[in-house]
């Protein structure tokens, strides 16, 4: 998508950005004083957060870190001092300045994805989760397979293979179980020990779940250890995971990008300018208006203070501090009338 954007010119080119901005991913520093949200364009956006969970107090200047042409921000997570990308066919670690509030735009580290030799092209890395007892990330990419990566040396050591289209949303609780969801329609259970998946979950085959004018591809995976929800095409939806049987589906209206456990509650987001959050019994609990065309990511913190930034299609982060209003935005690529 980089490649589309006039470089001739340098205002057009921004003004293109700001028109056309579409942020896929974002995550918070350890403190959780720093926001980071990455996009189509190859810019990771930086945004001190702290004044902008008290009230009327203007907020720093957003910083932004081109990562250069022909790259996507598909992935973020951050652990110890590395904000962690993941890109095409690449994950690597920059170096955060935490005092300085600084990002070393210079690649400390990378792993490079295992390219099949009848691949047609490099696989995206489209999620990524940590397991930070371990040290071990795990990456759901766009040849089909998640990689478990060892972040102390870099090594892939495992990799989790059985969907049949690439992976959108991988999610861990910090135990020996994983969970991914797939282009294939399909959530499927992994367990360290076992090289196969212990189970899975196909909500495209209940006749509650299916929108087959949607699809039946799973855009969203997330568990709370004793459920798991997951949504796509089909209908969002609530599963025991002892059990295996869902308990609960929810009327989000479009196409799920984004859902997560949110204290108690689920939140849902994707094709549809509003994002919801949803009592587990499937009642709407909050219903909230964002500038998005659509809703690809979403990073939140509880303590010391709540905290949710919303984005997607468009060039501005929703700001939540309630999680039942929102509160602010904040603008990516500024206007300007020169470069």
């Avoid at 099949?116 to 795990?138: I, Q, W």
């Avoid at 459920?227 to 308990?247: N, Q």
Wanted: negative net charge; hydrophobic residues 35%.
């Amino acid at each position: 998508m980089s490649s589309l954007i006039p470089t001739s010119n340098p205002l057009e080119e921004y003004n293109m950005k700001r028109f056309y901005n579409c942020v896929l991913c974002q995550t918070l520093s350890t403190s959780g004083n720093f926001l980071f949200a990455g996009n189509r364009f190859g810019d990771i956006f930086v945004q001190n957060i702290i004044n902008t969970q008290n009230g009327n107090e203007p907020h720093d200047p957003i910083k932004i870190y081109s990562q250069g042409k022909n790259v996507e921000i598909n992935s973020l997570v951050f652990h110890g001092k590395f904000l962690i990308v993941g890109s095409i066919g690449v994950i690597y670690g920059l170096i955060w300045l935490e005092e300085k509030g600084e990002l070393i735009n210079k690649r400390n580290w990378e792993v490079n994805i295992p390219l099949d030799m009848n691949a047609m092209e490099v696989p995206d890395v489209n999620c990524m989760c940590l397991r930070s007892s371990t040290n071990h990330l795990y990456a759901g990419c766009g040849d089909n397979v998640a990689y478990e990566i060892d972040l102390n040396d870099g090594r892939i050591i495992r990799d989790f293979r059985g969907h049949e289209d690439y992976i959108h949303s991988i999610s861990d609780m910090e135990g020996k179980n994983l969970y991914t969801a797939s282009e294939d329609g399909t959530v499927r259970l992994w367990n360290s020990d076992e090289m196969k998946p212990t189970n899975l979950i196909e909500p495209y085959k209940k006749d509650q779940l299916m929108r087959p004018e949607l699809g039946k591809w799973l855009g969203s995976v997330a568990s709370n250890g004793d459920w798991l929800v997951c949504g796509g095409g089909p209908k969002l939806s609530l599963w025991h995971l002892r059990t295996m049987e869902y308990t609960s589906d929810f009327p989000f209206a479009g196409k799920i990008h984004i859902c997560d456990f949110v204290e108690d509650m689920i939140f849902v987001g994707g094709e549809h300018s509003n994002a919801q959050f949803y009592a587990m019994n499937g009642h709407i609990r909050a219903d909230i208006k964002t500038d998005n065309t659509a809703i690809y990511s979403a990073a939140f913190k509880l303590e010391p203070q709540r905290f949710m930034s919303i984005a997607g299609f468009s060039n501005w982060l929703s700001i939540l501090n309630d999680f039942r209003f929102l509160d602010s935005k904040i603008e990516l690529y500024v206007k300007k009338d020169q470069c």
